[in-house]
């Protein structure tokens, strides 16, 4: 592990684990996501899951072809029951709760880099880049388009 490149998507989430990685790993970069309580409400609420694969839509922006089947097999997709409003809510209070310190734990030492907006175009963007830097892109051509026009 300490010779490769690794991403961890939403952990660590407490304390106790963010300082069992450190125990055992040098973390040299941590994003941190702003995103405002109504537009994550929003798309959560939207999304629908095809738990085979993990694909993943959103009735908003990433719809599948036909309501709720998936477009690669036409297997039903679901929604799950975390992700209606009340428990989303419930969830995100929570999560804010339990992230501020890990948050605080991560800036303390410097790593951390926070970016606050609502849109995916411009958050993949950045998220890639801070990556990018790290990292060589095993696939240059999925760089967003804003980056590969950069490049040329």
């Known amino acids: 592990m300490r010779n490769q490149s690794w991403l961890l998507d939403g952990f660590p989430r407490t304390m106790a684990q963010a300082e069992a990685l450190h125990g055992i790993s040098d973390v040299d970069l941590v994003i941190a996501l702003n995103i405002p309580f109504e537009t994550l409400k929003e798309r959560l609420s939207t999304r629908w899951i095809h738990p ?7 009735m908003e922006f990433n719809p599948p072809h ?9 297997e039903p997709l679901i929604h799950q029951e975390d992700d209606e409003p009340d428990n989303v809510a419930a969830r995100l209070r929570q999560y804010k709760d339990f992230a501020k310190p890990v948050i605080e734990f991560y800036k303390d030492r410097g790593i951390l880099h926070s970016y606050s907006d609502t849109e995916t175009n411009r958050i993949w963007p950045y998220i890639y880049s801070l990556l990018s830097s790290r990292i060589t892109a095993v696939h240059p051509d999925t760089a967003p388009e804003s980056l ?4 040329q």
Do not use: F, L
Not at 52 to 58: A, F, H, L
């Open 52 to 58: 085979p694969s993990g694909r993943v839509y959103n």
């Open 66 to 74: 036909v309501h709720g089947i998936d477009d690669i097999t036409g």
């Open 148 to 151: 590969q026009s950069q490049k």
